[in-house]
Nanobody
Framework: QVRLVESGGGLVQAGGSLRLSCAAS????????MGWYRQAGKQRELVATITSGGTTNYADSVKGRFTISIDNAKNTIHLQMNSLKPEDTAVYYC?????????????WGQGTQVTVSS
């Protein structure tokens, strides 16, 4: 069984910073890619993704403000969020695309709330 455990959410004023972390544990062979998505309404949207090799992808709305990083030794990713805006308020979900044998599986964390006050 694989678990993705998120941490680091909370309440912050506009202009402030937060750092989210997501640790993958359980039965898997390796990480293909991991990322962060967020959901404020009905739609879950991509925030940032990173491959095990360090290739990153960001939503236009967070480019220049958010930085995703990976620690392959600890099976953990981080999302450093700076210059936060009220529109960044959402539940942030960690996603992991992990290999077990040669099969790629998709996993989600339980979500962590980020609230940015104006």
């Amino acid at each position: 069984q694989v678990r993705l455990v998120e941490s680091g959410g909370g309440l912050v004023q506009a202009g402030g910073s937060l750092r989210l972390s997501c640790a993958a544990s359980g039965s898997f062979f390796s990480i293909n890619a991991m990322g962060w998505y967020r959901q404020a309404g009905k739609q879950r949207e991509l925030v940032a993704t990173i491959t095990s090799g360090g290739t990153t992808n960001y939503a236009d709305s967070v480019k220049g403000r958010f930085t995703i990083s990976i620690d392959n030794a600890k099976n953990t990713i981080h999302l450093q969020m700076n210059s936060l805006k009220p529109e960044d308020t959402a539940v942030y979900y960690c996603q992991g695309k992990l290999f077990y044998t040669s099969i790629l599986h998709n996993y989600w964390g339980q979500g962590t709330q980020v609230t940015v006050s104006s």
